[in-house]
């Protein structure tokens, strides 16, 4: 009966396609009537105190700040600045094209919105480049999800409040995988072009870089700001982000003026229900998670696990396995709050960082936001470019192994996440 | 019960949740930008004048928890909170209506439910006077915005089906692309 409330309820709900918040507290609502644990009362104590907390407040500061960023002229620049440096070298519209997503996957909360923006502004011209319409769609579905693990990235903030782990350190441990994977993905395009045989851009002209430059310094500071008031230790990752907000107003309202009040107003109204989307999810899981945890289910996991006598690489991998089914059917937000409270008990045991392992369910769960055949990007390019699913699926296949590769390394070598760590500490 | 309504009626529904969802987003935008406003004073007073407010954290999480429940309503009569649709997008239609119609009794009962145990919880701290450490902010009045989000949101899912009928909201993509 346990496992049909805390398991079974939820996957029908889930299938009848209720809101994720509402299957979480039912499923707690459920646990508590019929396990008698406390009062019904204490769903609002439980709902209240998870979102009563303070690192928390830098989920809506940091969706407001990359609103504002992307809208107001901050990403666009930046953007510009890396087609300009980026040149005579085959491939290079395509590298461009990874790094453009991954600066402003930084800024902006949504991946789908980076697919959106990213795709309309490059698609035209990768396919006159010569790459190919179904190449450069699947390009910009899986370069679209880099902004769930490069930092400040609001994955890795839900994943620190449900595993009270430091989000500024989750942050340093996020920046090199991110580099490894924009990297990976550089490398492959440039395979490509070469198969291709896609003509080598223009160099980059002096001229056209300084003008680029010049025009995208402030957009260059934002990240100098958030990152280098965090680890000078200036402010707390919440203060970071009520700071980038303000960095971005000033910047787009005063000094690119691309942006009025009006605009302004209407970012913080889409905003607030962007947010409301992703916390309230929060509030649901505080009340499932609290539930789950006061009934002994993740004490009598750990002992189920600990009983196989798994080798820790076949743990982890169980794992991967795991996270990438979960998150290719749930949004991170969502995936990551139901998992951590029964997964973190039993990575722990097996002595594996918990910053490393928030770094593992992470790049798994960017993977599965355009893993076939549910990944929510594919979705999304499909309704955008109107590519057909099947030919996405085959298109993205490449872009899976590169992602895989990455993971499996970072899985296996936690030097690479807790290296920066270490250095810092 | 959509099919009772005129059309005149449930054009008035429309225009009576667009209202509600407006409102709550303006409380929940201007929320956001006194959080941003408090969270920048504290920084620069901290640093170049040497003191921070003690009752800054408390109030931009009371405003924070204000947000959510404005926004979750609003979303909750766009009909965009998070959920897995791609199952239900793939049946019959009067399997997809039936679906859709259950998940959002389900959600009503719940979200009434919870509240009348949440109200329990606020009338206490009301009674009681219960104050928050720093700002001695009466607690029923933060604790209060989770009981009246469950309620709105409960009456803005039953206004959605009434107006919209049980269809499936747009996703994010098919938004962006009406859009642009």
């Known amino acids: ?425 | 019960m959509v099919m009772s309504l005129s059309p005149r009626t449930i054009s008035v529904l429309q225009r009576v949740g667009d209202a509600i969802s407006y409102v709550c987003l303006v409380f929940a935008a201007i929320a956001l930008f006194v959080i941003v406003g408090i969270c920048g004073a504290n920084v620069a007073c901290r640093h170049f004048a040497g003191f921070a407010f003690s009752w800054g954290e408390e109030a931009m999480l009371f405003l924070m928890i204000l947000m959510i429940f404005a926004g979750a309503t609003a979303a909750a009569w766009q009909g965009s909170h998070m959920h897995l649709d791609m199952l239900v997008r793939r049946l019959p239609l009067v399997w997809r209506k039936a679906s859709i119609i259950a998940s959002a009794t389900i959600s009503v009962v719940l979200l009434l439910t919870l509240s009348v145990a949440s109200s329990e919880v606020v009338s206490a701290l009301y009674r009681f006077d219960q104050r928050s450490v720093a700002l001695e902010f009466p607690m029923w009045i933060p604790q209060g915005s989770v009981t009246a989000g469950f309620i709105m949101m409960a009456v803005m899912i039953v206004l959605r089906l009434v107006v919209f009928g049980a269809q499936l909201p747009k996703t994010e993509a098919e938004l962006i692309e009406h859009a642009s």
């Open chain 1, 1 to 425: 009966m346990t496992a049909l409330i805390f398991a079974g309820v939820p996957v029908v709900m889930l299938a009848l396609s209720a809101p994720i918040f509402i299957v979480m507290l039912t499923a707690a609502t459920l646990g508590i009537l019929y396990l008698h644990l406390a009062p019904l009362a204490a769903i609002h104590s439980a709902v209240f105190g998870n979102l009563d907390s303070f690192p928390l407040l830098a989920i809506p500061l940091f969706i407001f700040a990359g609103e504002i960023m992307a809208r107001g002229g901050i990403a666009r620049r930046l953007i510009d600045l890396i087609f300009s440096v980026i040149g005579g070298v085959r491939g290079s519209l395509g590298v461009a094209t990874v790094g453009s997503a991954a600066a402003f996957g930084a800024m902006s909360g949504s991946s789908v919105a980076c697919v959106a923006a990213i795709g309309k502004l490059t698609i035209p011209a990768l396919v006159k480049n010569g790459y190919g319409r179904n190449f450069s769609v699947s390009l910009i579905t899986a370069t679209g999800v880099i902004d769930v693990i490069i930092p400040p990235s609001i994955t890795m903030i839900i994943y620190g409040v449900a595993a009270q782990q430091s989000v500024a350190l989750l942050f340093l441990a996020g920046i090199v995988p991110g580099f490894i994977i924009a990297a990976g993905l550089a490398v492959y395009v440039m395979g490509r072009a070469r198969r291709l045989n896609i003509p080598i851009g223009e160099k980059p002209r002096l001229g056209a870089v300084l003008l680029a430059l010049r025009s995208a310094v402030w957009s260059l500071f934002a990240p100098v700001l958030i990152l280098g008031g965090i680890y000078g230790g200036i402010f707390t990752p919440t203060e970071a982000a009520g700071i980038a907000c303000i960095y971005a107003l000033v910047v787009s309202l005063l000094i690119y003026r691309e942006l009025n009040l009006m605009d302004v107003w209407r970012i913080a109204l889409d905003t607030s229900v962007l947010v409301a989307q992703i916390m309230i999810l929060i509030a649901g899981a505080g009340a499932y998670g609290w539930l789950i945890t006061t009934s002994g289910f993740p004490a009598d996991l750990v002992g189920f696990i600990t009983s196989l006598h798994l080798d820790k690489w076949l743990l982890l991998l169980v794992i991967n396995v795991v996270l990438l089914f979960i998150g290719s059917v749930l949004e991170p937000p969502a995936a990551i709050l139901v998992l951590t409270p029964l997964l973190l008990p039993v990575v722990t045991e097996a002595h594996v960082d918990p910053i490393h392992f928030g770094l593992v369910v992470t790049v798994n769960l960017a993977i599965g936001m355009f893993l076939p055949p549910f990944g929510l990007n594919l979705f999304a390019s499909n309704t955008l470019f109107k590519v057909p699913l099947p030919i996405l699926y085959r298109g993205v296949i490449p872009f899976v192994f590169i992602y895989g590769a990455v993971l499996i390394l970072l899985t296996y070598v936690p030097e690479i996440t807790l290296a920066p760590l270490n250095w810092m500490r």
